[in-house]
């Protein structure tokens, strides 16, 4: 699984849409400094997604979040691939007995699928929308993740990627 955390604020993304001419669409514009935080963790031969929107993005929640997968996976060994964010590498945090952490090297969140799917949730779930308060954000994101959990088959378009389908093949037959 490749996890990451995404930031989901009161804060509008303007971005193109189509309207008929000579009409021309109002997008209302928002700037608020309040966040909610979305984490993910994909498998990228499956689609399957797990999420967990959280208050914050440090140590704590991480852990909350590791527990959780861990829970919904009690039968399974998961090799989890995780970003050098400073509260993935606090001591602190301890992986449950049925994941084990790998990080990506530094600086290279291209490396990391998940990241198209915070892509997909910003492009097709909060484009142009602007919310009256955070737990209507939330309610959002709520509806997002559950709406990508549901399609295993649109998340594994997004994240399985060749070389990574590859490398996990490979590994199998060595």
Not at 152 to 161: D, F, L
Request: proline letters at 6%; charged letters at 25%; glycine letters at 4%.
């Amino acid at each position: 699984m490749f996890q990451d955390e995404a930031r989901f604020g009161r804060i509008s993304d303007v971005r193109r849409c189509w309207a008929p001419r000579p009409v021309r669409p109002l997008c209302q514009g928002m700037l608020t400094h309040e966040y909610t935080y979305a984490y993910g963790a994909v498998d990228v031969c499956t689609g399957e997604l797990d999420s967990l929107i959280l208050p914050h993005v440090n140590t704590e929640c991480m852990q909350v979040f590791l527990d959780e997968v861990a829970a919904r996976h009690r039968d399974k060994h998961i090799v989890m691939v995780i970003d050098g964010a400073g509260w993935h590498r606090s001591d602190a945090l301890k992986a449950p007995h049925n994941i084990l952490l790998l990080k990506l090297p530094a600086y290279a969140p291209e490396l990391n699928p998940i990241e198209h799917v915070w892509d997909e949730l910003r492009e097709k779930f909060f484009h142009n929308r602007a919310f009256n308060s955070l737990e209507a954000l939330e309610d959002q994101l709520e509806l997002a993740l559950k709406t990508l959990e549901e399609n295993p088959s649109t998340v594994r378009s997004i994240v399985s990627w060749p070389w990574i389908r590859d490398a996990f093949l490979n590994s199998l037959v060595n």
